[in-house]
């Protein structure tokens, strides 16, 4: 289900903090990852007039390739079959999704500096823009976390959706803990049937119901930080104006967020 990986990096120190988490996806049963910087050209069409644009390609290519190499080095030594993509140059969010549809991955792995500018909000990030644009599960870690999958806090609405079947095969494969998280919507009430139900879907896995109330992107994080989870996993949803639910859970989580 998840045996390749794109791991997307802009080479930035919290990107690269990635690599060092990739021990604990051998559980997951992943086999090779990908490896994928992208020169991004949407910072100097936009800025300059006059920027030698094949000039800055190749300085930021030479500066690039041996880092990559190296970043290659690191994820074969962890045992994985790892391929290096030769940096494109475009927009980076449009050629992450691309390249993940060439390789045929399973899952885009990715970091996000959760920047919360007016800008960032309007047009979203990066991995907001991944996220929105890829048709697979999207994993953005924005800190480095120990064990990301022995307690993962997973946001369910009751509505039958992709991501719960991942948070099951990975539950039974790394041996998780699930806390299935609702969040209550105004005059929402719970049937007792209904709980009877989640404790059968997730027949088999260590399983802990929490029920919150409130504005479900931030009860969320919140509902993870209070149960110690160590990531996230939330449906990829609608989008509207002001973005979907998995969108302000990866701005606000510190947590690995997973969606799908
Ligand atoms: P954000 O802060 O949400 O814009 O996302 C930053 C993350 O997006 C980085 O950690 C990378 O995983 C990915 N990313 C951003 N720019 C690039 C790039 N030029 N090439 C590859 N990945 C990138």
Redesign the pocket.
């Known amino acids: 289900m998840l045996k390749k990986i794109l791991y ?3 080479l ?1 120190e ?2 690269l903090a ?1 690599i060092n988490m990739l021990p604990d996806f051998k559980c997951l049963g992943v086999e090779e990852v990908v490896v ?5 050209l949407t910072r100097v069409l936009g800025v300059a007039k006059g920027i030698d644009v094949d000039a800055y390609i190749k300085a930021i290519e030479e500066e690039s390739l041996p880092k990559l190499a190296e970043i290659g080095e690191e994820i074969s030594k962890i045992g994985y079959s790892v391929k290096v993509i030769p940096p494109p140059a475009g927009d ?1 969010v449009g ?2 999704v691309r390249f993940a549809k060439e390789e045929k991955v399973d899952m885009i792995l ?6 919360s500018t007016i800008k960032a909000i309007l047009l979203g ?4 823009g ?1 996220v929105r644009r890829a048709n697979l599960p999207v994993m ?1 870690c924005k800190n480095k976390v120990s064990k990301p999958f022995s307690r993962i806090l997973y946001a369910y609405d009751f509505t039958a959706e992709n991501v719960g079947r991942y948070v099951k095969f990975i539950a039974k494969s790394c041996n998780s803990k699930v806390i299935v998280a609702h969040v209550l919507e105004k005059g929402e009430i719970i049937e007792e049937d209904r709980l009877d139900q989640i404790e059968m879907e997730f027949e088999n896995i260590d399983v802990k119901i929490v029920i919150g109330e409130g504005n479900p992107p931030k009860e969320i994080v919140k509902m993870a930080e209070v149960e110690n989870a160590n990531s996230i996993f939330v449906g990829r949803g609608k989008r509207g104006i002001l973005g979907s639910t998995a969108d302000h859970v990866i701005r606000y989580s510190k947590v690995p967020v997973f969606v799908a």
């Not at 994928?36 to 991004?40: A, D, K, S, W």
């Open positions: 997307a990096t802009d930035s919290k990107s990635i994928l910087r992208v020169i991004n980076p050629e992450i990715m970091g996000s500096r959760g920047r990030s990066t991995a907001e991944v953005v």
